[in-house]
């Protein structure tokens, strides 16, 4: 049974399910009793349009719960409108799908987190990760958006921004996290980017970019992390970083700076830099500055007690970090790295140690044990 096939045609399954007049969480459902149904039948018997027996099979699981329900009386005109076997369209529903999960009856946060898990594919720990909340609350969170969404026809898509923000975070997880999803998020913001003419699609297509022409260089032959200051720039992909500086540059050109923008810029600044220590980390704590004006995040503010310690030196870094509430995620890495760029052995070894407890991922936490390590052999 080929897993990655069904991933891949879930999205859109369920967006004909929706279209055609099902409630999200029913049809979320029945696209999940029919992958059951594939997952059982396809290695005797495969069909030839798997799509389109997908589409039929969920919609009449779709039906027969809907049987089930009290409700059923009024809607047993349905059952005429059950789809007859054959070959399903081969457009690709998954962007739609994004606008239809952003759906105006979900505050923002809630539509992300809700698409994060039916479209993204990404588990709720992940998901609460990347929110800096507890898992418990992220799970709570996600109920209660399927509950408002319940019943709800989905015919009114959400806002462009809400979508930027899932892509953003799907991308970011497929970049460092356990699932790859960061060539599906270009793939899709590519599409966005050829309908609609907004200068933060633009940012966000090039910020994908720019972080992905690097991921080849981001591990060794061993599978651990490399940082951006040791890696082999040669390995870089320069195709992808053209294509992102240019898609860049023109959406800068229309001064109508975002989030995505700035931070696209930042990544631009180290793809420029023939090596590590070529970096215009001045020019990059500006852009962290715009940053923080258009955001407020701590994690940006984390970040740029980074720059600062590269342009200003160690100290200034602390001093900046020290501005910091010390339970945000990788706080104790920075403080870890600045410590021992100051020469405070000690204190970074700790702080490594430290960090490689709280590490998000394997890779993570094995390159800050090593760091710790190395630090106290070296006392």
Known sequence: ????????????????????????????????????????????????????????????????????????RRREDLVDQEPEPGPAPAADDTLQLYFLCAHPSLTPSSAV???????????????????????????????????TVSGVRLDRPGDVATVLRVLYLVFNEGYSGDIDLAAEA???????????DHPEVAGLLALMLLHHARRAARTAPDGSLVPLAEQDRTQWDTGAITEGVAILQAALARDRLG???????????????????????????????????????????????????EADGPRAGLAALAELDESLPRHAAVAAYLHERDGDLTAAARLYAEAAHKAPNLAERDYLTRQAARLNARR
Do not use: C
Request: without cysteine; positive net charge; glycine residues 6%.
């Open 259 to 309: 989030e995505f923008q700035a931070q696209a810029a930042i990544a631009a600044l180290h793809a420029d830099a023939p090596r590590a220590e070529e970096t215009d980390w001045v020019q990059i704590v500006e852009w962290y500055d715009e940053l923080v004006g258009l955001t407020g995040s701590p994690v940006v503010r984390l970040n740029r007690a980074v720059a600062v310690g």
């Open 1 to 72: 049974m080929n897993g990655a096939l069904l991933r891949s045609l879930t999205p859109g399954v369920l967006a004909v399910l929706v279209r055609r007049g099902a409630d999200f969480a029913a049809a979320e459902d029945a696209v999940q009793d029919a992958l059951v149904e594939a997952v059982r039948g396809w290695p005797a018997d495969p069909p030839r349009d798997a799509k389109g027996w997908l589409v039929t099979v969920a919609w009449r699981k779709f039906l027969d719960a809907r049987r089930a329900d009290t409700a059923r």
């Open 186 to 196: 270009i793939r899709l913001t590519r599409q966005l980017a050829a309908v609609i």
């Open 113 to 147: 987190a809700l698409t994060l898990r039916a479209v993204g594919g990404l588990t709720t720990r992940q998901i609460a990760r990347a929110y800096l909340v507890p898992e418990a609350t992220m799970a709570q969170r996600i109920s209660r958006a399927k509950r």
